[in-house]
Structure formats: C-alpha cells, structure tokens
C-alpha cells in the first residue's frame, strides 16, 4: 500500500489530498484500489502514514523513536527559510513530568466537563506549563507566549481559542479544587522522592497592585516588603518541607500582620494532612506570646527567631564554653530557659560577623567621604 496525492481546485487554490491506495494482481493484471481516502496530511502525518502502510512499524512510535533506517532527501540551503519557530523542548519536558505525576488524569476526573469549548482541565495545563516555561501574566501568555510556544502541537488546542479571558475563568474553576491538588500533590511527591514532613517551614510574603484593585476585597494597603507602601496589595501564605516542597498557600488581607496567620495556617495543614510530631519553623515575624502558648498547648514543636534584645539575657552563656561546630564557620549552644518551658538555641557565626564589620567598614568609607564636603557646606553658609 502506498499513498497518493489527489490536486483540487478550491477557491482558486491548488490543495492536495491523499488517498490510501492498494495495489493488486488480477487475472487481467495489475490493478490499485482506494482503501481509504486522509484528506490533507501534514508532512509528518503523511511519514507516519507511509511507514504504517508499508509495515515499516507495528506499533505507533513515541516521540523522538526515529525509524530505523533513515529517509534521505536534497535539500537546496540557499531556499531555506525559518517561518514561526516555536519553543518545544520545556513544554514537552513540562507535559511529560504531568503525566508522570499522573496530574492529568486526576485533574481531568476532578474538574468534569460542560459545555465549554475547551475543557478547564486542558485550560489548566495551558496556564501550568505556560507558567513552568516562561513565567508571565495571563495577558503575555494569550498574546504571545502561547504562540511562541508548540503547547497548540501538545495539547490540540487551536491559538485563537486562547484569550485572557478563558485563561482568567480557568483560574476561577480551577480555585475550587485547590485543596484536593494540594493533597494529591503531597502524596505523588512524597511518593516520587521520599520527602520528609517531620519539619515544616512557614513565612509570608507580598504582591502588589497597580491601580485601584477595586475587585478585589482582599487587596489592601499595608507593609510592604515591595517598598511600595502607594500600592494595595495581598499576602501569601506558604508552607514548605525541609526540601522545599511546597505542601500549601493561603492568600491573606493585605493589612495583616504575619503573627495573626500563625494559628490559622497551623490548624489548616493539620485538618488536611494530619497531626504528627512536626516541628514547625518560623521568624521571628510570626512570634507572639499568643502564638507560642497556641503551639506549646497543642503539644507542638517549634524552632522560631527571637527579637535580638533577648540576648541580653543570655551574655553570660555567649562568653562560656560549651559551643558545638555544626559546619564550619557556624558554633550552637542551646541554653534552657529560667522557667525550663523552652529551649534557646545561641548560634555564633563567623561568617555573619565578618559580613557586619564589612557593612560597618562600607558606612564609615561613605561617611568619611561626606563629612569634608559637609564641613565646606558649612563653612560656605558660616561666611554669608
């Protein structure tokens, strides 16, 4: 079997169509009959095509399996041009982790279809690998980065079916099943690479706002880590493994303080993934009387930074022995407190104290250099 290509004209243009065509014996001689007529065929459809015609492959080939033997042609290299070349490698390499993860068939179980055009499960992977390859706004990806990207070749969606607006729906339908994600992702990770929860790291952070953010009720102005103090903003929550895996995110007022997160993400990430013997790790942003006696009431373990004027109560034990080297550079001494409820861990850094006295040195230069400059201002102003 073999294919040929059968010429219309349509619209005043040659098109090309193709045909299966089988070749026989007969009493009267060799004959060739359609087995089945393709319609157009790309380039690599009519290859696959062919070898499966001629018995060249049993079995449909994964992708980079070139065939055996390969097919040889002349190419004229003074007429050959680039037109719309794509990224590939990182979409492919993004597609293939979800599948592997198995993210896929679960996603697409968990968010059932309507009466979408394109399904919010294939949506959702649109934003994910958009987002893994080249990391942008929803705007960016629906008027350039999806095009500049072979996503339309991996998942079979057309490019004038992606608009900032699907894409923002997607998120909509998508926020609903935040939690199951959350909870099927610890599971395949802690599967895949045999994590360790027995210590959690928790901290907040922000993003701004340009404009009103009138929508969003949530949006508010408070400190900001971005120096933007003009702007409303938002803050996220995230808990990560000893790893940095992260196990999941809460989105917070952007008015409130870090120490007030503390109990609520606690009690979150107990409900959805159990209550062992973890110890949880923060700075010394989310310390607060309240928050401590909350984590010691459950029984809770906990490492979190304490404000530097404490160390006022321990200049006794900073001067005495009884350090132990971690790594090089780095000394702890753990000292119990008065009452013995707690535990201090005292840390001594070499590091850290040659990096002060550089920024102390940096300050003096800089001053040096001002103070001559400011005593002629003074001097220029003295004599008016």
Request: proline share 3%; hydrophobic share 35%; charged share 30%.
């Amino acid at each position: 079997m073999f294919i040929r290509p059968c010429y219309r004209e349509k619209d005043g243009k040659r098109h090309a169509y193709w045909a299966l065509v089988e070749s026989y014996r007969t009493a009267r001689g060799p004959r060739q009959g359609v087995v089945a007529y393709l319609g157009e065929l790309t380039e690599r459809k009519r290859r696959g095509v062919k070898r499966a015609a001629t018995g060249a492959q049993s079995e449909p080939r994964e992708l980079f399996n070139a065939p055996s033997e390969p097919v040889w042609v002349e190419v004229d290299a003074t007429k050959v041009e680039v037109r719309r070349d794509r990224q590939f490698g990182g979409v492919w390499l993004g597609w293939q982790l979800v599948k592997q993860l198995g993210l896929d068939a679960f996603l697409a179980g968990l968010m059932s279809g309507g009466r979408e055009d394109v399904s919010w499960a294939v949506m959702t992977w649109v934003l994910v690998l958009g987002r893994l390859c080249d990391p942008s706004s929803e705007l960016h990806l629906a008027e350039h980065g999806y095009a500049q990207s072979a996503l339309s070749d991996l998942l079979g969606v057309a490019e004038d079916k992606i608009n900032e607006d699907r894409l923002y729906r997607t998120l909509d339908a998508l926020l609903p099943h935040k939690e199951k994600v959350e909870v099927f992702l610890k599971e395949r990770l802690g599967e895949l690479f045999d994590l360790k929860y027995d210590l959690l790291l928790y901290d907040v952070t922000s993003t701004y706002f340009e404009g009103q953010a009138a929508g969003n009720p949530q949006a508010k102005r408070g400190y900001s880590r971005d120096h933007r103090s003009d702007c409303k903003q938002v803050c996220i929550a995230l808990v990560v493994t000893r790893d940095g895996f992260p196990l999941g995110y809460e989105v917070f007022d952007g008015n409130r303080h870090d120490s007030t997160t503390v109990e609520e993400i606690v009690e979150k990430m107990e409900g959805r993934y159990g209550k062992a013997d973890r110890i949880w790790v923060m700075d010394r942003g989310m310390v607060s009387e309240a928050n401590l006696l909350f984590l010691r009431r459950g029984g809770r373990r906990y490492i979190v930074g304490t404000p530097r004027s404490q160390l006022k109560a321990f200049e006794q034990q900073l001067v005495t022995g009884g350090w132990h080297q971690i790594r090089e550079g780095l000394d702890v001494k753990l000292c119990p407190s008065p009452d013995g409820v707690e535990t201090f861990i005292l840390c001594r850094s070499a590091d850290r104290q040659q990096k002060e006295k550089a920024i102390h040195a940096r300050f003096e230069q800089r001053l040096g250099l001002k103070l001559p400059r400011q005593m002629k201002m003074t001097k220029c102003s003295e004599d008016f």
